[in-house]
């Protein structure tokens, strides 16, 4: 069993329309509706995957209940803990080529309903093969939320994976994860670094797996990811792009690391794996879902080569 | 007693925004919701003036639910009616000076549903001062929608405001309302007339108002309005221009008519009115609100001008 840990999920909304105009009324064509939030996308794609997986997290009000009815076909176990204000919406406009999205801050949640999730995670840790906790935490968790619960997932011998941003990511590499999981943005704005060239992406994640004293898995989209783990560094590279939807891609990604940490599978193996998975969910429109015979495909194919 | 008739209400939600960048994405700062729909303004500015009103129209789903609680401390009397699919939502994002507003098409209603919201209108009707019908129609509404519901009406000598668009304002023509009302976008494309200048405008609005017979009130934003009945014809222009929020000015235009027409008022009594609550409109952030100071002090200033 894999622990997905979702602070911040939301209600995805894709509204289709012929073409965003700033300032302009638009007549959306299509209304796409599904349970999101990136612990979320990642707990979907393990499923697909056939790995058992249960998702933690906080769901309220109608848009909560929505939440818990869209994960019902999915094959991943609801575990998510109920609080008084209502979950969030994301809307993301998608024209002929791009999305923009619009995220709206998520519930505040109490201390006792902080409190209620971290015993839902503590009574489920055990006997799990790893924990993914991933996205934003909404207004009223504590800022070392991240760094709680990977403490806790310590305290369980249970290896943790990491996808946050700013203090959540800089608290939680002082609590001992197993990997670190940001993209290339949130690696340059956690640590101050800059990421523009590759020499300076591999530095970076480098100085991030010091840090945490764990792996450093940095995704940089379409140069593919950067890892950094004890004394060696790979650099993989997507074997072929895709054109598609790139939402969700990095959660795919983090579905590969967490499933290969769970089978304590060698890194080479476990970067080979996210980043084919990551190529594959850009097939697919919707984040949260891979192309799997494209998955199969691509693992043949990638180019992963060892920097030192 | 007014009664107002929203076939397609919506909850809207208003997105701040920093700045709306196309094919990015967005922290959303503050986050409204409201119940909303064209309708559902003007019958909100009725409710502000002190005048009863009571709203008909189709509501379902959670959201469905959510519009009713919106409507709690308006005023208006609830007698939206129960539909199976859900009411839908509308996105309008603000950032520093403009709105991009996102409608989601309806949900479909079914010929029963059709047939309800008829009935509602015709047990509420008798006695009524007057009825106001404004804005988009769901799918599965006949397309003769509005026609019906003027007919209706009409059967029940009860004066009627029209404020529609396309084929729905077309078919309303010929069944006979009091007065019809859209703005200068809708009539052009309605006649297919040329309606770029103030002498074409004029000569589009007076051809409406023939077909109709009936008066023909035409908004025509920071220009003001056209009006055209039976022998005569007014331009009324804005006293001053306000900064603000000017969605929803065109239904507190509305509210200002169909009040007009309730209690018998001459028409540039009605139209210096209507303007007025138009401009008041602008100035309050939320739709279906207005500045009832501005309001009057601009009543005492709005510039009619009789042309024939």
């Not at 064509?29 to 707990?43: D, E, M, P, Q």
């Not at 300076?200 to 898995?217: F, M």
Request: proline share 6%; aromatic share 2%; hydrophobic share 45%.
């Amino acid at each position: 069993m894999i622990l997905a840990v979702c602070m911040n999920p939301a209600i995805d909304l894709t509204y289709s329309v012929g073409s965003l105009r700033p300032g302009t009324t638009h007549a959306v064509t299509r209304v796409h509706r599904r349970a999101g939030g990136k612990a979320v996308n990642t707990a979907r794609v393990l499923a697909q995957l056939g790995e058992p997986v249960t998702l933690c997290g906080f769901a309220g009000g109608n848009h909560g209940i929505r939440l818990r009815d869209g994960l019902n076909d999915t094959g991943v176990t609801d575990a998510l803990s109920t609080i008084a204000n209502e979950t969030r919406q994301s809307v993301a406009v998608v024209d002929a080529g791009e999305a923009t999205v619009f995220n709206e801050p998520g519930p505040t949640v109490s201390a006792g309903e902080w409190a209620s999730l971290l015993a839902a995670v503590d009574d489920r840790i055990d006997g799990c093969a790893a924990i993914v906790m991933s996205g934003s935490v909404p207004p009223g968790a504590p800022s070392d939320a991240y760094a709680q619960l990977v403490g806790l997932a310590q305290r369980h011998d249970v290896p943790s994976v990491v996808d946050a941003s700013g203090e959540q990511l800089r608290s939680a590499l002082a609590a001992g994860p197993t990997v670190v999981a940001p993209n290339r943005e949130e690696l340059a704005q956690a640590l101050g670094l800059p990421v523009g060239d590759s020499r300076e992406l591999v530095s970076a994640t480098a100085e991030l797996s010091r840090r945490a004293g764990a792996a450093a898995i940095v995704s940089a989209g379409r140069d593919g990811l950067v890892a950094v783990a004890g004394e060696h560094c790979w650099v993989a590279r997507p074997p072929r792009l895709v054109a598609g939807n790139p939402t969700g891609a990095g959660d795919a990604l983090t579905a590969g690391i967490v499933r290969g940490v769970a089978q304590r599978a060698a890194w080479p193996l476990v970067l080979a794996d996210a980043l084919a998975l990551a190529v594959a969910a850009v097939a697919v429109p919707i984040a949260g879902h891979v192309d799997l015979d494209l998955y199969r495909e691509l693992l043949e194919h990638s180019v992963l080569e060892e920097i030192y």
